[in-house]
Nanobody, 126 residues
Framework: VQLQASGGGLVQAGGSLRLSCSIS????????IVWFRQAPGKERDVVLS????????YYADSVKGRFTISRDDAKKTVYLQMNALKPEDTDVYYCAAQKWEIFADGWANPKEYRYWGQGTQVTVSS
């Protein structure tokens, strides 16, 4: 199983980035995919998630209206479109997969996730 995150970079406040999580070795029909983000010295927090049905999604309040999660089943890739970026969005972003339904008990706990992509740094300058 491999998750490969990409697309991070340096952008000015108000700008946009699109992160990609390319997935191999598992079927998206059975896995919920989550984007976490983590600042130095802090816990990883859920940003967005898309369920294994590809329809049900979750957005953290801090990103609602600015970030969008989507899934391309043919490419086995999950995207995180980030618009209207703010300096406080500066973090390392990780994608993760677990074989369960979104909103299952513990679903937002990063310690419960078995498969992880490498982090991709997003830096938003003011």
């Amino acid at each position: 199983v491999q998750l490969q995150a990409s697309g991070g970079g340096l952008v000015q406040a108000g700008g946009s980035l699109r992160l990609s999580c390319s997935i191999s070795g598992i079927s998206l029909d059975y896995y919920t995919i989550v984007w976490f983000r983590q600042a130095p010295g802090k816990e990883r927090d859920v940003v967005l998630s898309i369920s294994r049905n590809g329809v049900t999604t979750y957005y953290a309040d801090s990103v609602k209206g600015r970030f969008t999660i989507s899934r391309d089943d043919a490419k086995k890739t999950v995207y995180l479109q980030m618009n209207a970026l703010k300096p406080e969005d500066t973090d390392v972003y990780y994608c993760a997969a677990q074989k369960w339904e979104i909103f299952a008990d513990g679903w937002a706990n990063p310690k419960e996730y078995r498969y992880w992509g490498q982090g991709t740094q997003v830096t938003v300058s003011s």
